[in-house]
C-alpha cells in the first residue's frame, strides 16, 4: 500500500525548477510551486493563476502570476538564513498528495548553536481563493530571530513585468493591489497572521515587498509559530477584490489553521472517494497513477462553470498558460468519470469561445469554426506564426502550428460528445454544444478538395499529431477526425427534434438545415481515408512511406546542435519517416472498430520504433493500443512513462535560457485512460457498462469508481473474477 506522500531530503540548488513542479499545490484557482517560502524570482516561486492573462510589448501573452503570499524569510542572530544561499544541516521536503499539503524542514548550524524552520501549507480546496500556512521556529540555543513575512509583487514572469502598478496596504491585513499592463486587470492579494507568542509587528514596504517583521529571542525548544493566510481575488471574480480579499483573511483568522486545514482535508477526501484507484500488488503503479491523478484535482477549475485547463496546468507561464487538445483528447475522460461537473466547465469553455474560433476561421478565408491551437481567454489563438528560435541563426523560424493543425477543431467535437455520453447530459448542445459541433464540421467542409474526376474528398496542407511533419496532404488523423465531425453534425441535425426550442430555433435560422444534411452526408461518406498499403501500413499522409525509412538513433546522429528543432522545413525528421508522437496509433486507438486487429499490430510495431515519443502524450496512446491488441506487457512501460511525466526527473525543462519545464497533465490523464479503459477494458454501451480487463502482470487487483450516467459503479478486477457494482 502506499503512503501518500513524497519525499525529498538533502538540498539541491540544480533542483529546484524541477522540484517546484514535482511539490506543486493547487486548487483549480491557483497552483503554488513547490519552491520555498523564501524564495524570490530567480528561484521559480509561482501563485499561477487559472484563466487571467496579460501580454507586454511583443512577447507571447501568459497567465498571471499572483503577487506572493506565502513569502517568508529568518534572520538569526543578524545572519538571513536561507536556502540555497546559505547551506543547511539538514532539509527535507514533503507533498501529502492525498491532500496537497506540502511541508518543509530545516536545519541551519550557526556558530552558536541549530535552528529549525518548519511549516506546512496549502491552498484551500474549498475556498479556493485562499492560502494558509504554519510556519514554526524552534532552536536549541537562545537565538535572536527575526521573522520577516508578507506578500512579494516583485514576482517571476517569462514575459513580464506584467504589473505596471502595484498599491501596498500597510495594515494589520497586508494588502497588495496590482494592475496588469495590457487590460489593467487588477490582482488583490490581503495577508493575515497570528502568532502562539505575544510579539511586536513592524509594517513596511520594500523591494516591492510589503511586509511584518517580529523579533523575538527563543526558549530552548521552544517552538514558536505563526500562521499564515492570504486571499487572492482579481477583477475577473468580483467588483472590488481587495474588500473580497480582506475579508476571506478576517474569517480565516477567525477560524483558525487546524479548522481550514480540516475543511480543506475533508474535500480532498471527498475527490478521492470517487476516483482512487487501487492497484494491489504494484505500488509503483499506484502511487504513479495516484499522484497522476493529484494533479488533474489540483488544476480542476470547480469554481466556475467555463474554464479549460492549460497544458502545463498551473506550474507556471510555459506553453503560454494555454488550453490545446490536451484537454479534450487526453484529460476529458477522467473528469467526466469522476467529477462530471468539471468536465462540463471544460467543454463550456470551447463552447464559449466559440466566436474567437469562428474569428480565426474567417481570418484564414474559411467557413465554420477553427479552433485556436493555443487557447487563451475568449478563444484568442496564442499561438505565434514563430513558435521555435532556430539555434543556428538566433532567428526565429516560421512554423504552421496555428495554421495548419487543423484537428483542434475536431477535438473539440470529440469533447463535447464524450461528455455527453459519458455523463448523459444533454442539456450542453443545448447550450451551445449542437451550433459548436454543425461550426466545426462547416470549416472541416471548406477545407474539402477534390481532384479533378474524382470522387474522394482530400484534406491538404496540414501538421497532424506528428508536429514534425508540417503541411503534409491527407494526414490519416485529421481525415478521420474530420469524419467523425461530420457524422457527429449529422446526428444532430438529423435529432434536432431533440434539442431545446431554444436552440432549435437558431439552429433553423442560422443554417438551411436539409443542405447541411445532404453536405455531411456527402462529405463524411466522400472523404479520404487512408487505408493500409499491401505490408498492413496505414501511411500517416500521402507520401510518408516513400520517405527515407531510418533510425532515431541515425537521425540524432544528424543533430549539429543538441537543441535543435527535429521538424519545420529543414529539421532532421522532416524527410525522414521518424515522428515526434503517436499519430497513426491515435487514429487507430480512436476507431479500432473499423480496423482489422492484425492491422492494427502490424500499424504499432511498425510505428513505434520510429516514434521519438518527444511529446508527452505519446506514450499513453501506445499503451492503449497494445492494451486493446492483448498485449499488456508491452503496454506497461509506456503507462509507466505517461504515468510518471511529473514524478520522475528528466522532463525537458530548458530550450536555450527559456525556462519550458511544467506539469503535464496530459500525460496525467491518459495514464488514467490506460488504467480504466486498457488494462481495466472498460466499454460503454448505450445506458450499460462493461469489462473486459487484461491485467498487466503482478497486478493483483485493479479496482475503481466510475460515474456513468447519472450512476457510481464499483470496479473490482482480480485475475479470478471480475465484478461490476452498481453503488448509487
Ligand atoms: C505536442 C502537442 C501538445 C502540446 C501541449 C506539443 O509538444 O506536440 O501535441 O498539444 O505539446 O502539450
Given at each position: 500500500m502506499i503512503d501518500w506522500k513524497l519525499k525529498e531530503t538533502n538540498y539541491d540548488e540544480n533542483r529546484i525548477a524541477y522540484l517546484g513542479n514535482k511539490f506543486l499545490i493547487g486548487n483549480g484557482y491557483m497552483g503554488v510551486r513547490g519552491t520555498l517560502a523564501e524564495y524570490e524570482k530567480e528561484h521559480l516561486p509561482a501563485i499561477n493563476l487559472a484563466g487571467i492573462y496579460d501580454r507586454v510589448g511583443d512577447g507571447w501573452r501568459e497567465p498571471l502570476n499572483a503577487p506572493n503570499g506565502f513569502f517568508t524569510c529568518i534572520v538569526v542572530d543578524g545572519k538571513i538564513l536561507r536556502l540555497p544561499e546559505i547551506p543547511p544541516k539538514n532539509h527535507r521536503i514533503e507533498l501529502?498528495?492525498?491532500?496537497?499539503?506540502?511541508?518543509?524542514?530545516?536545519?541551519?548550524?550557526?556558530?552558536?548553536?541549530?535552528?529549525?524552520?518548519?511549516?506546512?501549507?496549502?491552498?484551500?480546496m474549498k475556498n479556493v481563493h485562499l492560502g494558509v500556512m504554519k510556519y514554526k521556529v524552534f532552536a536549541d540555543f537562545h537565538a535572536d530571530v527575526q521573522v520577516v513575512y508578507g506578500i512579494d509583487a516583485d514576482v517571476w514572469d517569462i514575459n513580464g513585468p506584467h504589473y505596471d502598478s502595484v498599491e501596498f496596504v500597510e495594515d494589520d491585513v497586508l494588502g497588495v493591489v496590482a494592475t496588469t499592463h495590457e487590460k489593467h486587470y487588477k490582482v488583490a492579494v490581503s495577508a493575515g497572521d497570528k502568532t502562539n507568542f505575544p510579539c511586536e509587528k513592524k509594517i513596511g514596504t520594500k523591494d516591492k515587498k510589503v511586509l511584518k517583521s517580529i523579533n523575538f529571542v527563543t526558549d530552548i525548544n521552544a517552538s514558536y509559530e505563526i500562521d499564515r493566510y492570504f486571499s487572492v481575488y482579481t477583477s475577473k471574480d468580483c467588483g472590488d477584490c481587495l474588500y473580497e480579499s480582506v475579508n476571506d483573511i478576517d474569517k480565516s483568522l477567525l477560524c483558525g489553521y487546524e479548522d481550514a486545514k480540516e475543511v480543506h482535508k475533508e474535500t480532498w477526501e471527498a475527490l478521492w472517494k470517487d476516483s482512487e484507484v487501487v492497484i494491489e500488488g504494484d505500488d509503483c503503479a499506484m502511487e504513479a497513477l495516484n499522484y497522476s491523478l493529484y494533479h488533474l484535482h489540483s488544476i480542476a477549475p470547480r469554481h466556475t462553470d467555463s474554464l479549460s485547463i492549460a497544458a502545463r496546468g498551473l506550474s507556471g507561464q510555459t506553453y503560454k498558460g494555454a488550453v490545446?487538445?490536451?484537454?479534450?483528447?487526453?484529460?476529458?475522460?477522467?473528469?467526466?468519470?469522476?467529477?462530471?461537473?468539471?468536465?462540463?466547465?471544460?467543454?463550456?469553455?470551447?463552447?464559449?469561445?466559440?466566436?474567437?474560433?469562428?474569428?480565426?476561421?474567417?481570418?484564414?478565408?474559411?467557413?465554420?469554426?477553427?479552433?485556436?491551437?493555443?487557447?487563451?481567454?475568449?478563444g484568442f489563438d496564442a499561438c505565434s506564426d514563430y513558435n521555435v528560435?532556430?539555434?543556428?541563426?538566433?532567428?526565429?523560424?516560421?512554423?504552421?502550428?496555428?495554421?495548419?493543425?487543423?484537428?483542434?477543431?475536431?477535438?473539440?467535437?470529440?469533447?463535447?460528445?464524450?461528455?455527453?455520453?459519458?455523463?448523459?447530459?444533454?442539456?450542453?448542445?443545448?447550450?451551445?454544444?449542437?451550433?459548436?459541433?454543425?461550426?466545426?464540421?462547416?470549416?472541416?467542409?471548406?477545407?474539402?478538395?477534390?481532384?479533378?474526376?474524382?470522387?474522394?474528398?482530400?484534406?491538404?496542407?496540414?501538421?497532424?499529431?506528428?508536429?514534425?511533419?508540417?503541411?503534409?496532404?491527407?494526414?490519416?488523423?485529421?481525415?478521420?477526425?474530420?469524419?467523425?465531425?461530420?457524422?457527429?453534425?449529422l446526428e444532430i441535425l438529423k435529432n434536432i427534434n431533440d434539442l431545446s426550442e431554444g436552440e432549435r430555433n437558431k439552429i433553423n435560422s442560422l443554417y438551411d438545415v436539409n443542405k447541411l444534411i445532404e453536405q455531411f452526408e456527402d462529405a463524411a461518406g466522400n472523404i479520404f481515408i487512408p487505408k493500409p498499403d499491401r505490408n498492413g501500413i496505414i501511411p500517416q499522409f500521402d507520401g510518408y512511406l516513400k520517405l527515407e525509412d531510418t533510425t532515431i538513433d541515425v537521425v540524432k546522429s544528424r543533430l549539429l546542435d543538441p537543441k535543435e528543432y527535429w521538424g519545420g522545413a529543414y529539421g532532421v525528421a522532416s524527410q525522414?519517416?521518424?515522428?515526434?508522437?503517436?499519430?497513426?496509433?491515435?487514429?487507430?486507438?480512436?476507431?479500432?472498430?473499423?480496423?482489422?486487429?492484425?492491422?492494427?499490430?502490424?500499424?504499432?510495431?511498425?510505428?513505434?520504433?520510429?516514434?521519438?515519443?518527444?511529446?508527452?502524450l505519446s506514450a499513453c496512446m501506445y499503451s492503449l493500443l497494445y492494451c486493446k491488441c492483448g498485449i499488456p506487457d508491452k503496454a506497461y512501460p509506456f503507462f509507466m512513462k505517461s504515468a510518471s511525466a511529473d514524478i520522475a526527473p528528466g522532463g525537458k525543462e530548458w530550450a536555450g535560457l527559456v525556462y519550458i519545464g511544467g506539469t503535464h497533465p496530459a500525460a496525467a490523464g491518459g495514464a488514467y485512460m490506460v488504467a480504466i479503459?486498457?488494462?481495466?477494458?472498460?466499454?460503454?454501451?448505450?445506458?450499460?457498462?462493461?469489462?473486459?480487463?487484461?491485467?498487466?502482470?503482478?497486478?493483483?487487483?485493479?479496482?475503481?469508481?466510475?460515474?456513468?450516467?447519472?450512476k457510481i459503479y464499483q470496479i473490482d478486477i482480480t485475475e479470478e473474477k471480475s465484478e461490476i457494482k452498481e453503488i448509487k
Open positions: 501529502d498528495y492525498r491532500h496537497g499539503i506540502f511541508s518543509r524542514s530545516t536545519t541551519w548550524k550557526t556558530d552558536r548553536g541549530s535552528i529549525t524552520v518548519e511549516s506546512e501549507r496549502f491552498v484551500s490545446f487538445w490536451d484537454t479534450e483528447m487526453f484529460m476529458l475522460d477522467f473528469y467526466s468519470m469522476t467529477n462530471p461537473a468539471v468536465a462540463r466547465s471544460l467543454v463550456k469553455y470551447r463552447i464559449d469561445s466559440l466566436e474567437g474560433a469562428k474569428e480565426k476561421a474567417e481570418s484564414y478565408g474559411y467557413k465554420g469554426a477553427f479552433y485556436p491551437w493555443e487557447s487563451q481567454e475568449g528560435v532556430d539555434v543556428f541563426t538566433k532567428r526565429p523560424m516560421r512554423t504552421f502550428f496555428k495554421d495548419k493543425q487543423v484537428h483542434i477543431s475536431s477535438a473539440v467535437v470529440y469533447g463535447i460528445r464524450r461528455y455527453v455520453d459519458i455523463t448523459g447530459d444533454k442539456s450542453i448542445l443545448s447550450e451551445g454544444g449542437a451550433v459548436t459541433i454543425i461550426e466545426c464540421a462547416l470549416f472541416y467542409y471548406s477545407l474539402l478538395l477534390r481532384r479533378a474526376g474524382a470522387t474522394a474528398y482530400e484534406i491538404h496542407d496540414v501538421i497532424g499529431p506528428d508536429e514534425y511533419h508540417e503541411r503534409v496532404n491527407n494526414n490519416g488523423y485529421t481525415n478521420r477526425m474530420a469524419k467523425y465531425t461530420f457524422e457527429k453534425a525522414t519517416q521518424i515522428i515526434k508522437q503517436a499519430d497513426v496509433v491515435t487514429l487507430i486507438s480512436l476507431f479500432s472498430n473499423e480496423i482489422d486487429s492484425e492491422i492494427q499490430k502490424k500499424n504499432l510495431n511498425y510505428y513505434e520504433p520510429r516514434t521519438e515519443h518527444g511529446s508527452s479503459k486498457g488494462f481495466g477494458g472498460l466499454q460503454f454501451n448505450g445506458d450499460e457498462i462493461s469489462i473486459n480487463p487484461k491485467l498487466p502482470k503482478g497486478w493483483k487487483k485493479l479496482s475503481y469508481k466510475i460515474k456513468y450516467r447519472n
